[in-house]
């Protein structure tokens, strides 16, 4: 297992992981990869005999980002990593290779705090039992898409 930032070369993918775990994340085009790659700090990939496995996308505070999750951060925390997204392609789950990014991160960053959010509905259960397990903790329930959509905002503080 490795563990490395993406690359422009990565990108199609990564797209194809994060398409093939719909709804768990949500659905994204070529560009806005693109633009994560210029905004996110980090963006990892971890790779399994050199084969791209899964990616971790991380924002910090203050990035022109429209997504409600984001913001509800922002609002209410200063110093924390916002996961915006995980997705491990499915024949590598249960590898702890989700773990192994969390772990990279946290032990690379000076950051308080590390938040995310986690589908309620549609529910996402293997998730939720997976960031509880690292020690997250629920602070709040967003809902979103008019009720469509709710999660759970979850913080794990260092």
Do not use: W
């Not at 768990?24 to 633009?35: C, N, Q, T």
């Amino acid at each position: 297992m490795n563990i490395r930032k993406a690359q422009q070369e990565d990108l199609p993918k990564i797209l194809e992981i994060n398409e093939a775990s719909v709804p768990h994340v949500s659905s994204v085009e070529l560009s806005d990869m693109k633009r994560f790659l210029d905004d996110a700090n980090p963006f990892l990939v971890v790779e399994v005999e050199a084969e791209v496995a899964g990616f971790m996308i991380v924002l910090q505070k203050g990035l022109d980002y429209q997504s409600l999750n984001y913001k509800f951060f922002c609002d209410n925390y200063d110093d924390f990593n916002y996961v915006d997204r995980i997705a491990i392609k499915e024949e590598f789950r249960g590898q702890k290779l989700g773990t192994a990014l969390y772990d990279h991160l946290i032990r690379n960053s000076d950051k308080q705090m590390v938040t995310c959010e986690v589908n309620l509905k549609p529910p996402n259960p293997k998730s939720m039992g997976f960031h509880k397990s690292l020690g997250f903790s629920e602070v709040a329930v967003q809902e979103t898409e008019e009720g469509r959509k709710s999660v759970a905002m979850l913080v794990k503080r260092m």
